[in-house]
């Protein structure tokens, strides 16, 4: 299960009103995730995605020093946020990652500790960075300090996109490699080098900016495809709706992520605990490589190879499930 800092985490979410506390958004944040997906036709409803394996967590440090007053959160403007980019359509050009974050999302934690000041995490700065040795022991917490007395702010059209001599995304454009400048997104049918430099509903495909395939046009792969319930057909050759579970199919690819297509020719669920795998578990269990079968994240002590396979979400260093080491 990957980490997400608070900042990233705030990209996506639900169109109430009111703002989040640091305990309610990772609940906020899974509801509209998974609202998102059956709204796209990822997953036949919010209950199933519920208790699929999202990979999603908030970073325990960020939540402890929050807590402890460290860090200021703002929940008037993650809840803003959240409204703001979470998008009203399934383009998978400005789903999860958008172009451009919204500026909503700037200023959600707010440092506390000024230039020259100990950190654990950058976020605890006001200048969202804290400048710190390499640990000595693994899995340990390091001190730093914090370096920079001013928080930073994202750069505009036509303005600098190198901040404090670091490069940083840009409000409603983008970095240009060459002139560091915000420059306006290219439209279709522009000469590009990445995919972000495109408008909204275009990727960088050979070089050039090219409008994505709505649904029922042609297509030479998934990707090809605007929206991200879509899947490039191997017969048609077009943008279909990806099949859940139980429609019919002829390969994987014409099913959900989470879904394969099995024997009799229909998308089944990946496996989920205490069935058999491969292929990949999709609940929150792991793939056992003795018993061949999903099972539940091991208590401390265990051995491990990757985080999913602990219940502390941390496979340290000695290939060992431990608890998580907190800076605060």
Do not use: W
């Amino acid at each position: 299960m990957r980490k997400i800092a608070l900042v990233t985490l705030c990209l996506y979410g639900c169109g109430s009103d009111g703002p989040l506390t640091i305990e309610g958004y990772p609940v906020a944040f899974v509801d509209a995730y998974c609202s998102k997906l059956v709204e796209c036709g990822l997953v036949d409803n919010a209950a199933l995605c519920h208790d699929l394996y999202l990979g999603f967590t908030l970073d325990q440090n960020t939540r402890d020093a929050v807590n402890q007053g460290k860090i200021i959160f703002h929940g008037d403007r993650a809840r803003a946020c959240m409204n703001a980019t979470l998008g009203s359509t399934c383009d998978r050009t400005d789903f999860l990652l958008p172009r451009s974050p919204s500026a909503a999302c700037d200023g959600i934690l707010e440092g506390t500790v000024g230039d020259g000041g100990d950190c654990a995490i950058n976020e605890e700065c006001i200048s969202l960075l804290c400048s710190r040795p390499s640990c000595a022991t693994p899995d340990t917490c390091c001190r730093g300090t914090c370096r920079g007395g001013a928080a930073p702010v994202r750069p505009h059209l036509g303005e600098t996109c190198t901040v404090g001599g670091t490069r940083t995304s840009c409000i409603d454009s983008y970095c240009d490699n060459v002139t560091l400048t915000c420059s306006a997104f290219k439209a279709a049918g522009a000469a590009c080098s990445l995919s972000s430099q495109c408008v909204v509903g275009s990727d960088c495909i050979n070089a050039v900016c090219t409008a994505l395939a709505a649904p029922g046009a042609a297509c030479a792969f998934t990707s090809d495809c605007l929206e991200i319930g879509d899947t490039c057909n191997a017969t048609s050759r077009t943008c279909v709706a990806v099949g859940l579970t139980g429609a019919a199919c002829v390969v994987d690819n014409d099913c959900t992520n989470f879904d394969v297509c099995d024997p009799s020719g229909h998308c089944a669920l990946r496996p989920r605990l205490g069935e058999a795998c491969p292929p990949s578990c999709i609940d929150n269990t792991f793939c056992n490589a003795t018993t061949m079968k999903c099972t539940a994240p091991q208590a401390d002590g265990a051995t491990c190879s990757v985080n999913r396979e602990c219940a502390s979400n941390n496979c340290n260093s000695m290939q060992k499930c431990s608890a998580l080491v907190s800076c605060f």
